[in-house]
T-cell receptor, first 117, second 111 residues
Framework: GAVVSQHPSRVICKSGTSVKIECRSLDFQATTMFWYRQFPKQSLMLMATSNEGSKATYEQGVEKDKFLINHASLTLSTLTVTSAHPEDSSFYIC?????????????FGSGTRLTVV | EDQVTQSPEALRLQEGESSSLNCSYTVSGLRGLFWYRQDPGKGPEFLFTLYSAGEEKEKERLKATLTKKESFLHITAPKPEDSATYLCAVQTQGGSEKLVFGKGTKLTVNP
């Protein structure tokens, strides 16, 4: 089955530094990748949608200059949290689809727990 | 605005005690409804996709059903390993591939 690898699983960084999270589709080409943020006991909130080779589409209220998304290949998307602050601490999850979601569905990564101190 | 509401927020069952989780939705047009299982500190794991009212799908002790306003996830004779948070999500008509998630139901099955 489709597998999405997300790395790192946990990261602690100092306030003001930047952190990069990688999301890789291991056995399929991901035409579209999604980045979510999840707070404790809350739903997954979509942050942005990215298509290979084009600029990401950000959801309302998400700062595109703070959360940089790059989808340079069909198997890799990255989320960079720039100048991180404690309020950016959260659980970040990526998902990917091969396109034609009705046939292939969405596969999620295992998530990244970001703690900003 | 598209909305997905799951109930109850939390559910405790004894092993073998069957029950149902509810997902009600208000969307402009439904393309698909998804059920996922999420373990603590992990990403969601796919369970089912339902496309039209009246559709049912089964997997082991789980059965998902869909009406025009809601979906149910029935759990028959649950085991402790079924303990997890169950998430419901919808994809709406309009061209976007994004999913709108409910807040989930945290299920605990006691031995």
């Amino acid at each position: 089955g489709a597998v999405v690898s997300q790395h790192p699983s946990r990261v602690i960084c100092k306030s003001g530094t930047s952190v990069k999270i990688e999301c890789r589709s291991l056995d399929f080409q991901a035409t579209t990748m999604f980045w979510y943020r999840q707070f404790p006991k809350q739903s997954l909130m979509l942050m942005a949608t990215s298509n290979e080779g084009s600029k990401a589409t950000y959801e309302q209220g998400v700062e595109k200059d703070k959360f940089l998304i790059n989808h340079a290949s069909l198997t890799l998307s990255t989320l960079t949290v720039t100048s991180a602050h404690p309020e950016d601490s959260s659980f970040y999850i990526c998902s990917a689809t091969q396109g034609g979601w009705a046939n292939y569905g969405y596969t999620f990564g295992s998530g990244t727990r970001l703690t900003v101190v | 605005e598209d909305q997905v509401t799951q109930s109850p927020e939390a559910l405790r069952l004894q092993e073998g005690e069957s029950s149902s989780l509810n997902c009600s939705y208000t969307v402009s047009g439904l393309r698909g409804l998804f059920w996922y299982r999420q373990d603590p500190g992990k990403g969601p794991e796919f369970l089912f996709t339902l496309y039209s009212a009246g559709e049912e799908k089964e997997k082991e002790r789980l059965k998902a059903t869909l009406t025009k306003k809601e979906s149910f996830l029935h759990i028959t004779a649950p085991k402790p390993e079924d303990s997890a948070t169950y998430l419901c999500a919808v994809q709406t008509q309009g061209g976007s591939e994004k999913l709108v998630f409910g807040k989930g139901t945290k299920l605990t099955v006691n031995p």
